[in-house]
T-cell receptor, first 112, second 111 residues
């Protein structure tokens, strides 16, 4: 089956720093990937659609300058949380689309 | 914005009992999927039901879909303590590429 990985699995950073999270499709190519965030005991909220070779499409209320998305190849999308603050602490999950969605294992971000 | 609402938000049952979770959504769909998530972990895909299907089974799982009511239910029979997790429905609004999740039901199965 299709496998999607995320790196790192967890990260702790200081307030004001930027953090990059990688999402890779390991055995298939994906022109479209998605980024979600999940607060404790809440559901997954779609943040943006990442399109290979073009700009990401952000959901309403998601700051594109805060959450930079780059989809430079057919197997890699990155999410950079810029100038992170404690309220950005969350579980970030990506998915890659090939006929259906395949989800990564998630990245837990803690901003101190 | 989230597509679906789920009820109950939380469900606590005894091992061996059946657990039923419901999901409602707002737009037309091609597929509806159910996922499971253990605390702090990634998603596990349970079952997919297409809009032209009314019922689907997989082991102890039974999923129904009523497109006229825009609702689905997930039944777990003979529950086990290991079934304790959060369960989410997810849809593809208007048959698009996006997957939108419902609010989820937190199931707790007491041994």
């Amino acid at each position: 089956g299709a496998v999607v990985s995320q790196h790192p699995s967890r990260v702790i950073c200081k307030s004001g720093t930027s953090v990059k999270i990688e999402c890779r499709s390991l055995d298939f190519q994906a022109t479209t990937m998605f980024w979600y965030r999940q607060f404790p005991k809440k559901s997954l909220m779609l943040m943006a659609t990442s399109n290979e070779g073009s700009k990401a499409t952000y959901e309403q209320g998601v700051e594109k300058d805060k959450f930079l998305i780059n989809h430079a190849s057919l197997t890699l999308s990155t999410l950079t949380v810029t100038s992170a603050h404690p309220e950005d602490s969350s579980f970030y999950i990506c998915s890659a689309f090939q006929e259906t969605q395949y989800f990564g294992p998630g990245t837990r971000l803690l901003v101190l | 914005s989230q597509q679906g609402e789920e009820d109950p938000q939380a469900l606590s049952i005894q091992e061996g009992e059946n657990a039923t979770m419901n999901c409602s959504y707002k737009t037309s769909i091609n597929n509806l999927q159910w996922y499971r998530q253990n605390s702090g972990r990634g998603l596990v895909h349970l079952i997919l039901i297409r809009s032209n299907e009314r019922e689907k089974h997989s082991g102890r799982l039974r999923v129904t879909l009523d497109t006229s009511k825009k609702s689905s239910s997930l039944l777990i029979t003979a529950s086990r303590a290991a079934d304790t997790a959060s369960y989410f429905c997810a849809t593809d609004p208007n048959g698009g590429f996006k997957t939108i999740f419902g609010a989820g039901t937190r199931l707790f199965v007491k041994a």
